[in-house]
């Protein structure tokens, strides 16, 4: 039987487009299940998760759990703890981080009283977090968790009379981490080489992936309270994260893996809330968590998503101090980043975009031409 040249050239694009997609779902599988090696010490997933659990350990023996939660949050300061530079550079970016993150949190709890002002308050709150981040060339988690103080005090019920209280744990916890990073940093200076700090220059279009990035994370937060859902930081939180990345590919990435950690996390934390954990149990799992995450983070980002979910869970549930069903607050946590996903990767995509940030562009070289 004779085959015409038109039906084999056919066969061979066929053949073609099939080896393709084998390629493209191979590389991609690759690169989502890669593990990489990890580049910090051993010694700092121990000293961050004691670090943070321990304002959890001592409401523990006081039997004030919520207080010590809300306390942690400010002691996540620790991980803005640079290892490059010298003792006073790496003292000051502790404390310049704790004092955004209670400045922050206050202005949370103040703009809950006037509902109407949350979105325009968190937006500029987002912009200023991403654009001192990202011109003092922090690393990750950068204003990460100073972001996320913000957004949970917009929608955790505090009322007004107690946010001197509230406020003051969370400077007690930033200024635990600070004490905590001279020693620690001492020790780091002592062990290991001194590579210097960065030198700070104005890098083209800060200004305008500020205003992207922002702008898109406020859109998460529109989307989730546009759907009624209980505590919607987490959108805004997710997308952030997500957003973040360098490039497309990065971005996708860290959106599945998001996604999947997300999931398998809600599993995780509906199974561990189920426990009814006692006070102690609580503190346990918070430092075992945070050891978890900052064992992972660095090698698999899924892999640490698994242990973040359920953390931020933790903290929504025994920091508000209200009863929450665990069902709800782990369906509430998928919705919120999913939500979260779809903003970051269209978001993504703008950032990437260079016709729609053109007039970004121009208005970030009017501003630097008048200002500068």
Request: some cysteine.
């Given at each position: 039987m004779v085959v015409s040249k038109p039906m084999l050239s056919l066969k061979r694009r066929v053949a073609t487009l099939k080896t393709f997609i084998i390629n493209l779902i191979s590389n991609e599988l690759t690169h989502l299940t890669a593990v990489n090696r990890s580049l910090r010490p051993w010694h700092i997933p121990l000293f961050s998760a004691t670090t943070i659990s321990f304002p959890v350990f001592v409401s523990a023996y006081f039997d004030a759990l919520s207080a010590g939660i809300i306390s942690s949050l400010g002691a996540m300061v620790i991980l803005n703890l640079p290892l490059v530079g010298k003792l006073p550079y790496r003292l000051v970016t502790v404390m310049a981080w704790g004092f955004s993150m209670s400045l922050c949190f206050a202005l949370g709890v103040i703009t809950q009283q006037i509902p109407i002002l949350r979105l325009p308050i968190f937006t500029l709150m987002a912009f200023g977090i991403i654009i001192f981040g990202r011109y003092y060339q922090q690393p990750p988690p950068g204003g990460l968790f100073i972001m996320m103080a913000g957004a949970v005090a917009l929608f955790m019920p505090i009322p007004l009379a107690q946010l001197p209280h509230t406020v003051g744990l969370i400077m007690l916890g930033s200024a635990f981490a600070v004490l905590m990073s001279l020693p620690y940093s001492l020790f780091l200076l002592l062990t290991r080489e001194c590579k210097p700090a960065p030198i700070y220059t104005y890098q083209a279009?800060?200004?305008?992936?500020?205003?992207?990035?922002?702008?898109?994370?406020?859109?998460?937060?529109?989307?989730?309270?546009?759907?009624?859902?209980?505590?919607?930081y987490w959108a805004a939180v997710s997308c952030f994260i997500i957003i973040q990345g360098i490039h497309l590919r990065t971005i996708w990435?860290?959106?599945?893996?998001?996604?999947?950690?997300?999931?398998?996390?809600?599993?995780?934390?509906?199974?561990?809330?189920?426990?009814?954990?006692?006070?102690?149990?609580?503190?346990?799992?918070?430092?075992?968590?945070?050891?978890?995450?900052?064992?992972?983070?660095?090698?698999?980002?899924?892999?640490?998503?698994?242990?973040?979910?359920?953390?931020?869970?933790?903290?929504?549930?025994?920091?508000?101090?209200?009863?929450?069903?665990?069902?709800?607050?782990?369906?509430?946590?998928?919705?919120?980043?999913?939500?979260?996903?779809?903003?970051?990767?269209?978001?993504?995509?703008?950032?990437?975009?260079?016709?729609?940030?053109?007039?970004?562009?121009?208005?970030?070289?009017?501003?630097?031409?008048?200002?500068?």
């Open positions: 279009d800060t200004i305008s992936e500020s205003v992207i990035v922002a702008g898109f994370v406020s859109l998460s937060l529109i989307v989730a309270m546009t759907l009624n859902i209980s505590n919607p990435i860290k959106q599945v893996h998001r996604l999947l950690g997300t999931l398998v996390g809600a599993g995780l934390a509906s199974w561990m809330l189920s426990w009814s954990l006692p006070i102690w149990g609580v503190a346990i799992a918070v430092l075992v968590m945070i050891l978890c995450i900052e064992s992972l983070v660095d090698r698999h980002y899924g892999l640490a998503v698994i242990f973040i979910t359920p953390l931020t869970i933790f903290i929504a549930e025994y920091g508000s101090g209200l009863p929450h069903t665990y069902q709800q607050v782990t369906y509430v946590r998928l919705v919120d980043t999913a939500i979260g996903c779809m903003v970051a990767l269209a978001g993504g995509v703008v950032m990437h975009s260079t016709n729609l940030r053109v007039p970004l562009r121009r208005m970030e070289s009017w501003l630097l031409t008048r200002f500068g």
